[in-house]
């Protein structure tokens, strides 16, 4: 905690020039505002106003300057010549890849099922009836979000490899700030519960092939939900135009 040296260790620390009381307190209004915008409170676009921020967290207009200054280097803000800084949107192409990714991933989970270890298999049953859990007693999105991810990432468990989950996991922290807002909005959460439940049951009856499809549908579902909550259909139908 000596301000003059060793600060090279957090990838961060030269962007934090101020004093140390300031330091640690611009530290946790970023991980409030972190907070906020994976659980949904904060909406991609809404702008991140300095004296308002200052005011709501009973802090320094330098120190949101500061914490802002974090956010945007760290992708979930960003900084507009004339608007300010504003909670950051994903771009639709990284979305993309993203999904691509995870879907490879927890695809080749489901294709591991009848060979994957019984405890992997019901770290999906567990992980189901917790998300269906938060759901019926309408948890808040935050929470939501992180058991409904933790499904997923329990699919990829089935191929009994910890890098894989690890990818996966990383994957899943960069769609954070997206899922965010399309959970917040779309409040269907018991219908994902059961899609999620038509999935295991496929599993359990033994049909792989129609789980993997089942998988694939729902993937393709959330992507389009993603792009077309924010706004970011990269091939919008003449429809919609
Ligand atoms: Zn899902």
Do not use: K, M, Y
């Given at each position: 905690m000596t301000g003059e040296?060793?600060?090279?260790?957090?990838?961060?620390?030269?962007?934090?020039?101020?004093?140390?009381?300031?330091?640690?307190?611009?530290?946790?209004v970023v991980e409030e505002l972190r907070r906020a915008v994976f659980e949904g409170e904060l909406e991609s676009g809404t702008p991140l106003r300095e004296v308002a921020l200052a005011e709501s967290l009973g802090v320094s207009r330098p120190t949101v300057r500061e914490a802002l200054t974090v956010l945007v280097a760290d992708g979930l803000?960003?900084?507009?010549?004339?608007r300010g800084v504003a909670v950051a949107t994903p771009d639709p192409e990284s979305i993309g890849d993203v999904s691509r990714a995870r879907g490879v991933l927890e695809l080749a989970g489901v294709r591991h099922w009848d060979s994957a270890d019984e405890a992997d298999r019901e770290a999906v049953r567990t992980a189901l009836q917790e998300y269906g859990a938060a759901v019926a007693r309408a948890a808040e999105y935050g929470e939501l979000n992180r058991r409904h991810l933790a499904i997923h990432l329990s699919l990829v468990g089935l191929t009994g490899s910890p890098r894989l989950v690890a990818m996966a996991a990383q994957l899943t922290a960069e769609l954070r700030l997206a899922l965010a807002q399309v959970d917040r909005?779309?409040?269907?959460?018991?219908?994902?519960?059961?899609?999620?439940q038509h999935l295991l049951d496929l599993l359990e009856?033994?049909?792989?092939?129609?789980?993997?499809?089942?998988?694939?549908?729902?993937?393709?579902?959330?992507?389009?939900?993603?792009?077309?909550?924010?706004?970011?259909?990269?091939n919008p139908s003449p429809a919609d135009q």
């Open positions: 040296t060793q600060t090279a260790e957090t990838p961060f620390g030269s962007l934090v020039s101020i004093g140390l009381e300031q330091t640690s307190t611009v530290d946790r803000a960003t900084r507009e010549p004339h909005v779309r409040q269907n959460a018991s219908d994902q519960a059961a899609s999620h009856a033994g049909d792989v092939d129609a789980a993997a499809a089942e998988l694939e549908e729902h993937l393709q579902g959330a992507e389009s939900a993603i792009l077309e909550r924010l706004g970011l259909d990269p």
